[in-house]
């Protein structure tokens, strides 16, 4: 009857210990546990506007998703990029894309901040090699997947909410016959978790 008692103070004993010892070594458990997901953006853009395809407009979303790791020093912490999904539809019918890549953020201020992303993308958008076939109000986009890049100025509105300026980039890099590519510019609203 005496091994509960005894089997209960042992097991307090152990976790009271753990936690001296954690807090010893500098561990603080977190406040909050951590989000996969980093960020959701949703927005708009101009389908290039010096392209066949001008004069169309898409809706875009991206989600963007916690850094693989984190670095105690600020300056360092700007190489560690995030990973991120995205898309753009086209209202028209024009080139849609959906693409994947990493982001990299830089802090100029407090609240204002510069942001570049690289990846690549898939697109419904014309792949014919041969010119006579391409339709006069489609890009010549030569292949799928292409290349994408991207770069946004962007501003806190607090804590969690952002609005930022964005101009991407599709092309084949030359890979392809066809390379006319695709820059769509826009804005977007972000909400960070």
């Known amino acids: 009857m005496r091994v509960r008692p005894i089997l209960g103070s042992g097991v307090a004993?152990?976790?009271?210990?753990?936690?001296?010892?954690a807090a010893d070594f500098g561990y603080t458990p977190p406040s909050q546990p951590m989000s996969f997901v980093s960020e959701l953006r949703i927005g708009g853009s101009a389908q290039d506007p010096w392209s066949p395809e001008k004069g169309s407009a898409n809706l875009t979303g991206e989600i963007l998703f916690a850094k693989p790791f984190t670095t105690?020093?600020?300056?360092?912490?700007?190489?560690?990029p995030?990973?991120?999904?995205?898309?753009?539809?086209?209202?028209?019918g024009d080139t849609s894309f959906g693409y994947a890549g990493l982001s990299w953020t830089v802090d100029i201020t407090p609240r204002f901040f510069v942001e570049a992303s690289f990846g690549g993308g898939l697109h419904n958008g014309?792949?014919?090699?041969?010119?006579?076939l391409i339709p006069v109000d489609r890009s010549a986009l030569g292949c799928s997947p292409l290349f994408r890049e991207s770069g946004s100025?962007?501003?806190?509105?607090?804590?969690?909410?952002?609005?930022?300026?964005?101009?991407?980039?599709?092309?084949?890099?030359?890979?392809?016959?066809?390379?006319?590519g695709l820059t769509n510019v826009g804005a977007r609203l972000g909400y960070t978790f």
């Open 13 to 21: 004993l152990a976790l009271l210990t753990g936690a001296v010892a």
């Open 72 to 80: 105690a020093d600020l300056f360092t912490s700007y190489f560690v």
């Open 82 to 92: 995030r990973p991120h999904l995205g898309g753009s539809l086209n209202f028209r």
């Open 126 to 132: 014309n792949t014919q090699s041969n010119p006579a």
């Open 153 to 180: 100025i962007g501003y806190r509105l607090s804590q969690n909410w952002s609005v930022m300026a964005t101009v991407e980039h599709l092309s084949n890099a030359g890979a392809c016959n066809q390379n006319r």
